[in-house]
C-alpha cells in the first residue's frame, strides 16, 4: 500500500481528495492536514509514501514547506494556481493537479506514484515469483491491477490496447501504446508475434500456418516477427531437452 497524506487549508479540497484516494485500491488515507505544520508532525509519526499538497496555505505555503523537508517523499502539488507549475517542477514534484481536479486527471497522478513505487519497491525475488508479479492499468477512470501471469496476449488497437487474461470473460482496455506494455512485462515471459500483438509464452498450446493457438483465441505470426519466435521456442526447447 502507499501511504498518503493531504495537506489542503479548504476543507472541501480536503474531501474531494479523501474520496479519490478511496478509489484507487493501492493507496491509503493515513491523515488529512489543513496546514504545513500538522503535516510535519504527522511526517515525524508516521511513514508516508506519497503527499497531496496545496500550495496556496496560511503561515507556510506547500512551497515553503516542500523546500524545508530534508528528505521529501513523492509530491502531488494540487491549486487553484498554474501559475506555480515550473516553481513545483524545478522541486522534482511527481505531477501538478489544477482545482477542481478532474478524475481522470486524478487518476493519471496516481498512475505515476503507483509506478514509481513499485520500481522503488521491487522485490530481488521478482525474477522467481512471477505470479506475484503484476502491474496497474487505467481502465474505465479506474486503477486496474493485473497479475501479468493471467495475461494470454495483447493485442495493439491505435491509441489503446486490450489485455486479454485467463478465465476473464473480457480484455482489460487501456489508453497505451503496444510498445509501451511490451516494456512492462518481462521478456522472458513474452514476445511479439505480430505489429498489433504480444503473446505469453507460457500461454502458447500450438502454431500452424502462422496462427498461435492460445486457449480461447488465436493470434496471427507476421513474417517480420516469425523467425525470432521460432528462434525463442527452439532455445526453450533445448534447454527443456537438456
Known amino acids: 500500500m502507499i501511504r498518503c497524506l493531504i495537506v489542503d487549508d479548504e476543507p472541501l479540497a480536503l474531501d474531494l481528495l479523501e474520496d479519490n484516494i478511496r478509489m484507487v485500491p493501492v493507496l491509503q488515507l493515513v491523515k488529512r492536514c489543513r496546514n504545513a505544520f500538522e503535516a510535519l508532525e504527522v511526517l515525524q ?12 496555505m ?3 505555503t506547500g512551497i515553503q514547506f516542500l523546500q524545508s523537508l530534508p528528505k521529501a517523499p513523492m509530491i502531488i502539488l494540487v491549486t487553484a494556481y498554474d501559475k506555480f507549475a515550473l516553481e513545483g517542477f524545478n522541486l522534482d514534484v511527481l505531477d501538478y493537479l489544477v482545482k477542481p481536479v478532474a478524475t481522470e486527471r486524478f487518476l493519471k497522478a496516481a498512475n505515476k506514484a503507483v509506478e514509481l513505487y513499485q520500481l522503488k519497491h521491487k522485490p530481488a525475488v521478482a525474477e522467481t515469483t512471477p505470479e506475484q508479479e503484476y ?4 481502465a474505465d477512470y479506474n486503477l486496474v491491477k493485473v497479475v501479468i501471469n493471467d495475461i494470454t496476449h495483447v ?5 489503446y490496447i486490450k489485455i486479454h487474461l485467463c478465465n476473464a470473460p473480457r480484455p482489460v482496455i487501456t489508453r497505451m501504446s503496444l510498445k ?6 518481462p521478456s522472458r515471459n513474452f514476445i511479439r508475434v505480430h505489429k498489433s500483438f504480444i503473446v505469453s509464452m507460457d500461454k502458447m498450446l500450438s502454431i500452424r500456418n502462422n496462427r498461435i493457438k492460445l486457449e480461447h483465441a488465436e493470434v496471427p505470426v507476421s513474417e517480420f516477427y516469425r523467425d525470432n519466435l521460432f528462434k525463442r521456442i527452439e532455445g526453450s526447447s533445448l534447454a527443456g531437452g537438456s
Not at 45 to 56: G, M, P
Not at 135 to 138: A, E, G, H, L, S
Not at 180 to 185: Q, V
Open 45 to 56: 509519526k508516521e511513514a508516508i509514501d506519497l503527499i497531496f499538497l496545496d500550495i496556496q
Open 58 to 60: 496560511p503561515g507556510i
Open 135 to 138: 502491474i496497474f492499468v487505467n
Open 155 to 159: 493485442e495493439g488497437l491505435k491509441d
Open 180 to 185: 509501451a506494455i511490451e516494456e512492462k512485462l
